[in-house]
């Protein structure tokens, strides 16, 4: 076999009558195909199984995936539950909202939420301070003149995230430092020795939430921090209901971890785009050449409208959360098929978000099909981002943040007289779980 498949494992198997994707490895399953090659595993296994069947997503065990886009109204079912996503990663996303279901969900959501609309993102000023962060970012890569796009996009998502919680200029250092390890807990060995990645990161993990709790300490006492922590805990402190701080802190972790790597990678890919397509740079020159500047709020972005369609499109195409795991509480009819109660779920972003029988060609990178609509934009074209109750909180933040990038980068490369240039390949090095990116040796060229 030509994919990360086990060539021992040949055997079709159902499991609830519904069959397994051979191929699984002891221990680890499916996951080399599912994180290096997740769009020909999906296309392979609706060639050969059709559109219900298992993966083996390795110590997760066994999850039903499907490829009917009946599987996205999952994500409005009452009887579907995000509960799984905590077993499948306890350490780090344990508490959170992504985790919970119906009323401790909305209380904890309704508690947050305000902070992350257009109005709370332009009254805690987040255009004005993202704005000359970005600017400096994208000066320091026309001075280098070459970039490994992935490694310095997840720099600049760190320091935007940092500044967006009003972490002070001192401790910045510290805070990479244990992000880092926190972020080792997505792939750490169950192993709990000193000096392993699951010590570290759980020790990296209290760190942070320790913090976060002083934070919220401050931030009741007025102490003189700004940012959306500060928001965040005086929407919640005026929330119906009492919730514990415990929520408020699992939460900032949340929200740390959310933005960093999918909005890296979107970037990364964006960027890898417009270095593919001359005459989308070239449109998009033009546009931030007519603006004249980055906007900072979100009522000016709608005098972007190509950056709009490159950050929607760029998402399309790369979609950075490619699978989301749910659980069925009840038996469910999914497409043909009925689904036992307690069986464990993929809905496949990816797969939707590239399917033809959502968009019309799929595999093409057109700014056309925003930039040409008349119709507003639909639960399915954002679906990127979920949908339903669980439906990123994040996504006003980051089509402001990835039009700033555009029209900076447009405007600063521009004025030197450069613009991207692909420097190597893209398609080897490729990831998709748990968050989809680019391989983190692309390199762009600016000349
Ligand atoms: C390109 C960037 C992003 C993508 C593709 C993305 C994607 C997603 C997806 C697919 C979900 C739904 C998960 C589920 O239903 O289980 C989600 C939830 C969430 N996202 Fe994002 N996200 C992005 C950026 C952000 C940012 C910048 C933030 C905030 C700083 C954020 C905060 C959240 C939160 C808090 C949730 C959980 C919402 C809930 O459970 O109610 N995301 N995101």
Request: proline share 7%.
């Amino acid at each position: 076999m030509d994919m990360l498949l086990n060539p021992l494992n040949r055997w079709r198997r159902l499991r609830d009558d519904i069959p397994v994707m051979p191929g699984a490895f002891p221990l680890v399953g499916h996951l080399p195909a599912i994180v290096c090659d997740l769009p020909r595993l999906l296309r392979r296994a609706e060639r050969t199984l059709g559109s219900h069947f298992w993966l083996d997503f390795g110590p997760a065990g066994h999850l039903m995936t499907c490829l009917d886009p009946d599987a996205l109204a999952l994500l409005r079912h009452k009887e579907v539950s995000s509960a799984l996503i905590e077993e499948m990663a306890p350490d780090i996303l344990g508490g959170t909202l992504v985790t919970l279901d119906g009323s401790a969900h909305r209380q904890a959501r309704d508690g947050i939420k305000a902070a992350f609309l257009p109005r709370g993102l332009t009254e805690a000023g987040i255009g004005e301070l993202f704005e000359p962060i970005i600017r400096a970012q994208v000066k320091a890569w026309r001075d280098r003149g070459e970039v490994a796009i992935l490694p310095d996009t997840r720099n600049l998502m760190l320091k935007l995230t940092f500044s967006l919680m009003g972490i002070p200029a001192q401790d910045l250092s510290e805070w990479h430092r244990k992000y880092r390890q926190l972020l080792q807990l997505m792939v750490a060995p169950p192993i709990d020795l000193p000096g392993m990645p699951l010590r570290r990161g759980r020790a990296a993990r209290d760190w942070i939430d320790a913090q976060s709790r002083q934070f919220i300490r401050d931030a009741r006492a007025r102490a003189a921090r700004t940012g959306l922590i500060n928001d965040m805990v005086s929407a919640f402190d005026c929330s119906d209901g009492a919730l514990s701080d415990d929520v408020l802190v699992a939460n900032i972790r949340l929200l740390l971890l959310a933005g960093h790597e999918t909005s890296a990678s979107t970037i990364a890919w964006m960027v890898i785009e417009l270095a593919q397509h001359p005459e989308l740079w070239d449109a998009l020159v033009e546009e931030a050449q007519r603006v004249g500047a980055v906007p900072t709020g979100h009522e000016d972005l709608a005098q972007c409208p190509v950056a709009e369609a490159l950050f929607r499109e760029t998402l399309r195409m790369h979609p950075a959360s490619s699978l989301v795991p749910r659980r069925a509480m009840q038996e469910l009819q999914l497409g043909q098929r009925r689904i036992p109660a307690g069986t464990h779920l993929c809905i496949p972003l990816l797969h939707f978000s590239t399917s033809p029988l959502l968009h019309e060609a799929p595999d093409q990178f057109r700014l056309g099909r925003w930039l040409q609509r008349t119709e507003p934009i639909r639960p399915v074209d954002m679906l990127q981002f979920g949908a339903g109750p669980h439906v990123c909180m994040g996504y006003h933040l980051v089509w402001l943040e990835l039009v700033q990038f555009s029209i900076a980068l447009a405007l600063t490369m521009q004025e030197a007289g450069v613009r991207p240039r692909l420097m190597s390949g893209v398609e080897k090095g490729r990831r998709y779980y748990p968050t989809a990116h680019p391989s983190m040796t692309v390199r762009i060229g600016f000349s």
